[in-house]
């Protein structure tokens, strides 16, 4: 990152530089003290410079399977605390922030100083230790639609965590390469999701939006099919869906702070294999029933199938259920988008962060009304879970995420969704 350089700082750091440099050379009677003495005056002064850049910066990162455009902005951060009683002026005093927005969770503090990005991600890093905070992290600042009457509601920018969600490509059988790249970004697998062949990296060092510069590294690597920041979003009022919005034809699900339409495809299914497979192989696969194969992504990883449009529920129950159990399948998904280069596909997982006023006996009412199946707890989301609904059925996710958010016992529910990501 380049620095602004004032005349009078930088004729001070080119005399440290120099006078340090001579004396290295000219093997002078400086003392080893006087010497390091200069070094670190140079250094402070190069951490003292700001940021040349203005206090936002575009760029981009792969969400979902599309390129998403976001703003950094360096004079603010996101925390979330254990609690909102906390009192906040250890902060605004210690660490020189100004506490500028408020939600049931998430604090928004601004730097009253323009740091260089060391000295940024040293207090965040400070930050971070100190009693009561839970998660803090850069606020990520995206372009969407403004909200109109019974549309989504107003959010604070969504908190990039420290985690990340890759799934490794197949073909990438070289395990090297991989440990590789996570030892050189100093990254940690947390877990694996089997169902999905999902893995969680945590980075190590998350601050200056590093971790977008990671997941932008991973997609360029060739050695995953995506990389995605695990985003810690938070929702000020309302529901995120309305039930006005839905006609006769579309259906919506959330994602993050976004009301996504989508035209759900009853007589086709999505399949994700667990290594490339040819047309042909699928189509041999399947040839005990009505099924053909219409579309074919990432060399035959994902595959898209179509059967008659007037086959009964019961019957494709039937048939998805019978498709995964077949030993080369992955997952079967249901088609939310489709394109030319893209394929959408909704899991049989969900993302629930539930209401704190939600009672523990009308959890699990719901739980079990909906056959759901706790999969993991999220650690960076106060009442956030993912569940696996059991048995699979064609929409259910998206179907059952909608029946809680119209209970409004949810503060967001959301499908588990996994896209294919062409290889340039």
């Given at each position: 990152?380049?620095?602004?350089?004032?005349?009078?700082?930088?004729?001070?750091?080119?005399?440290?530089?120099?006078?340090a440099l001579?004396?290295?050379?000219?093997?002078?009677?400086?003392?080893?003290?006087?010497?390091?003495?200069?070094?670190?005056?140079?250094?402070?002064?190069?951490?003292?410079?700001?940021?040349?850049?203005d206090?936002?910066?575009?760029?981009?990162?792969?969400y979902?399977?599309?390129?998403?455009?976001?703003?950094?902005?360096?004079?603010?951060?996101?925390?979330?605390?254990?609690?909102?009683?906390?009192?906040?002026?250890?902060?605004?005093?210690?660490?020189?922030?100004?506490?500028?927005g408020?939600?049931?969770?998430?604090?928004?503090?601004?730097?009253?100083?323009?740091?260089?990005?060391?000295?940024?991600?040293?207090?965040?890093?400070?930050?971070?230790?100190?009693?009561?905070?839970?998660?803090?992290?850069?606020?990520?600042?995206?372009?969407?639609?403004?909200?109109?009457?019974?549309?989504?509601?107003?959010?604070?920018?969504?908190?990039?965590?420290?985690?990340?969600?890759?799934?490794?490509?197949?073909?990438?059988?070289?395990?090297?390469?991989?440990?590789?790249?996570?030892?050189?970004?100093?990254?940690a697998?947390?877990?694996?999701?089997?169902?999905?062949?999902?893995?969680?990296?945590?980075?190590?060092?998350?601050?200056?939006?590093?971790?977008?510069?990671?997941?932008?590294?991973?997609?360029?690597?060739?050695?995953?099919?995506?990389?995605?920041?695990?985003?810690?979003?938070?929702?000020?009022?309302?529901?995120?869906?309305?039930?006005?919005?839905?006609?006769?034809?579309?259906?919506?699900?959330?994602?993050?702070?976004?009301?996504?339409?989508?035209?759900?495809?009853?007589?086709?299914?999505?399949?994700?294999?667990k290594?490339?497979?040819?047309?042909?192989?699928?189509?041999?696969?399947?040839?005990?029933?009505?099924?053909?194969?219409?579309?074919?992504?990432?060399?035959?990883?994902?595959?898209?199938?179509?059967?008659?449009i007037?086959?009964?529920?019961?019957?494709?129950?039937?048939?998805?259920?019978?498709?995964?159990?077949f030993?080369?399948?992955?997952?079967?998904?249901d088609?939310?988008?489709?394109?030319?280069?893209?394929?959408?596909?909704?899991?049989?997982?969900?993302?629930?962060?539930?209401?704190?006023?939600?009672?523990?006996?009308?959890?699990?009412?719901?739980?079990?009304?909906?056959?759901?199946?706790?999969?993991?707890?999220?650690?960076?989301?106060?009442?956030?879970?993912?569940?696996?609904?059991?048995?699979?059925?064609?929409?259910?996710?998206?179907?059952?995420?909608?029946?809680?958010?119209?209970?409004?016992?949810?503060?967001?529910?959301?499908?588990?969704?996994?896209?294919?990501?062409?290889?340039?």
């Amino acid at each position: 990152m380049c620095k602004v350089f004032k005349p009078s700082i930088m004729n001070n750091l080119i005399k440290y530089i120099f006078l340090a440099l001579t004396v290295l050379a000219n093997n002078d009677s400086y003392s080893q003290q006087q010497i390091g003495e200069n070094i670190e005056k140079a250094k402070r002064m190069i951490d003292s410079l700001e940021i040349k850049d203005d206090t936002l910066k575009q760029d981009s990162f792969i969400y979902g399977g599309e390129e998403v455009s976001y703003t950094k902005d360096w004079d603010r951060i996101g925390v979330v605390f254990e609690s909102n009683n906390l009192d906040y002026s250890i902060f605004t005093s210690n660490y020189k922030l100004t506490k500028v927005g408020q939600s049931e969770y998430v604090t928004v503090f601004r730097m009253t100083e323009r740091l260089s990005l060391e000295n940024r991600r040293k207090i965040m890093e400070s930050i971070k230790t100190e009693k009561g905070v839970k998660v803090i992290g850069d606020i990520l600042i995206t372009k969407s639609p403004a909200p109109s009457d019974n549309s989504v509601a107003n959010i604070v920018p969504p908190l990039i965590t420290d985690q990340i969600m890759v799934r490794w490509k197949r073909a990438i059988t070289d395990s090297e390469k991989i440990k590789k790249f996570i030892d050189e970004e100093g990254l940690a697998e947390i877990s694996q999701q089997t169902s999905l062949n999902v893995t969680i990296l945590k980075v190590q060092n998350p601050f200056n939006y590093r971790v977008m510069e990671v997941c932008n590294k991973l997609m360029k690597s060739g050695l995953v099919t995506f990389a995605e920041p695990d985003l810690y979003f938070e929702v000020i009022k309302g529901p995120t869906y309305n039930s006005h919005f839905k006609t006769a034809t579309l259906d919506y699900f959330t994602r993050g702070n976004q009301k996504i339409a989508f035209q759900k495809k009853t007589n086709f299914m999505g399949v994700v294999f667990k290594n490339e497979m040819s047309k042909a192989r699928v189509q041999k696969l399947i040839d005990d029933w009505d099924i053909t194969v219409d579309a074919v992504y990432m060399n035959g990883l994902f595959f898209v199938l179509t059967f008659p449009i007037n086959l009964s529920s019961e019957s494709v129950k039937t048939i998805r259920e019978s498709i995964i159990l077949f030993e080369e399948v992955e997952l079967v998904g249901d088609i939310l988008i489709q394109t030319e280069n893209n394929l959408i596909l909704a899991t049989q997982d969900l993302i629930i962060k539930w209401k704190p006023e939600t009672s523990e006996t009308v959890k699990q009412t719901f739980i079990k009304q909906y056959g759901l199946t706790e999969v993991r707890k999220i650690p960076y989301i106060a009442g956030g879970f993912q569940y696996r609904i059991e048995p699979d059925v064609a929409y259910a996710s998206t179907d059952i995420c909608l029946k809680f958010l119209d209970a409004d016992i949810v503060v967001f529910a959301e499908p588990v969704i996994i896209s294919t990501s062409e290889d340039d």
